[in-house]
């Protein structure tokens, strides 16, 4: 019986953990206008960012309201390249977990393209210590490589339907 007691405080805890980490509705709402009024200054800002170390563009995103709560690399093809190898050559910021995107059905979106390339193995073998943190560890690989371009997109994820809903 004391297990079971146990057992439920700990998933009353948990769930009221998750609900307070979970952002509401207005929260929601007030982060997205605020993302919307960054973006167009990271836009009209983009000639004091291209050519110059990525750490003058990361510290402006992390001053902004933007929150990086996931990142992508953008590599090459291994179709397209020599011996079939993928590089690293920039990488995709997001303002959510990718649960949280598919999930709200929309993400923002900042491409960062690097005037660097690294060959994508020995990239992550370098990064893979951090554990946890291997996020920071990847922005830290970056920060002394030159900015070539900076973009940013509104996504929304399409509405996918069944066979039988067509």
């Known amino acids: ?57 990361f510290d402006v995103i992390r001053g902004s309201a933007f929150k990086i709560r996931n990142l992508g690399a953008e590599r090459t093809s291994p179709w397209a390249e020599y011996k079939g190898k993928t590089w690293i050559y920039g990488l995709s910021l997001f303002n959510k977990p990718a649960q949280q995107a598919m999930k709200d059905k ?20 370098s990064i893979r210590p951090a554990g946890a943190a291997w996020m920071e560890a990847f922005i830290q690989k970056c920060l002394d490589a030159k900015v070539k371009e900076v973009s940013w997109e509104h996504f929304y994820f399409p509405e996918r339907k069944t066979a039988s809903e067509k």
């Open 106 to 125: 929309e993400v923002y979106i900042i491409r960062i393209i690097l005037d660097a390339r690294w060959e994508s193995s020995a990239f992550w073998d």
């Open 1 to 57: 019986m004391r297990k079971l007691f146990t057992l439920m405080a700990a998933m009353l805890f948990s769930i009221t953990m998750f609900a307070q980490n979970a952002p509401t509705a207005e929260e929601q709402e007030r982060e997205n206008k605020a993302i919307e009024a960054f973006l167009p200054t990271l836009d009209a800002r983009r000639s004091e960012f291209v050519g110059q170390p990525a750490k003058k563009l």
